[in-house]
T-cell receptor, first 114, second 115 residues
Framework: AQTVTQSQPEMSVQEAETVTLSCTYDTSESDYYLFWYKQPPSRQMILVIRQEAYKQQNATENRFSVNFQKAAKSFSLKISDSQLGDAAMYFCAYSKNRDDKIIFGKGTRLHILP | DTGVSQNPRHKITKRGQNVTFRCDPISEHNRLYWYRQTLGQGPEFLTYFQNEAQLEKSRLLSDRFSAERPKGSFSTLEIQRTEQGDSAMYLC?????????????FGEGSRLTVL
């Protein structure tokens, strides 16, 4: 069965600094999708960034980028120039394909220090 | 596009009562998913639909839980004979499926408190 592991329950970063959130996953599939979702306090979950496993190039979305290491089954999220609005729970997630269920990790709570 | 809508947003009930949650997905989306999230944890998959067909149910979903999606539009999640352990946020999400990017769009959730 596929699993997603986030080993950092909480992290803190100074505003304007860079922070990296870790994620590892387990799958026997060769092609799949990986995601980072953000859940601000008392607000709905939104997609931050997605990566298709067959693409070797790491995805980037403005200040957000990933380091996708397929062989190591690692998928970390880097947030550059951290802003107060980045404070949230961040969930790493996996999906076998574009319509199967998405499996989430337990999350990392990110605090931004002013 | 009004996004994924869930009702009610909050429900407080006594143990043993039945509750029903409703989810209205984004209208063009053919896939609809239900998740349960407890405090400080990630969403746990419960079940999902392609149009009106329920394609998968998690082993977490006891026989007290039932979900429907009549006519492939809105969906309901019913919990019978609620227990205190059912207290959680119930999240609904939708997406296009194979035609889309894989992104799940979430509603704001329905919070259940069982006394």
């Amino acid at each position: 069965a596929q699993t997603v592991t986030q080993s950092q329950p909480e992290m803190s970063v100074q505003e304007a600094e860079t922070v990296t959130l870790s994620c590892t996953y387990d799958t026997s599939e060769s092609d799949y999708y990986l995601f980072w979702y953000k859940q601000p306090p008392s607000r709905q979950m939104i997609l931050v960034i997605r990566q298709e496993a067959y693409k070797q190039q790491n995805a980037t979305e403005n200040r957000f980028s990933v380091n996708f290491q397929k062989a190591a089954k690692s998928f970390s999220l880097k947030i550059s120039d951290s802003q107060l609005g980045d404070a949230a729970m961040y969930f790493c997630a996996y999906s076998k394909n574009r319509d199967d269920k998405i499996i989430f990790g337990k999350g990392t709570r990110l605090h931004i220090l002013p | 596009d009004t996004g994924v809508s869930q009702n009610p947003r909050h429900k407080i009930t006594k143990r043993g009562q039945n509750v029903t949650f409703r989810c209205d997905p984004i209208s063009e989306h053919n896939r609809l998913y239900w998740y349960r999230q407890t405090l400080g944890q990630g969403p746990e998959f419960l079940t999902y639909f392609q149009n009106e067909a329920q394609l998968e149910k998690s082993r977490l979903l006891s026989d007290r839980f039932s979900a429907e999606r009549p006519k492939g539009s809105f969906s309901t999640l019913e919990i019978q004979r609620t227990e205190q352990g059912d207290s959680a946020m119930y999240l609904c999400a939708s997406r296009w499926g194979r035609e889309g990017t894989g992104e799940l769009f979430f509603g704001e959730g329905s919070r259940l408190t069982v006394l």
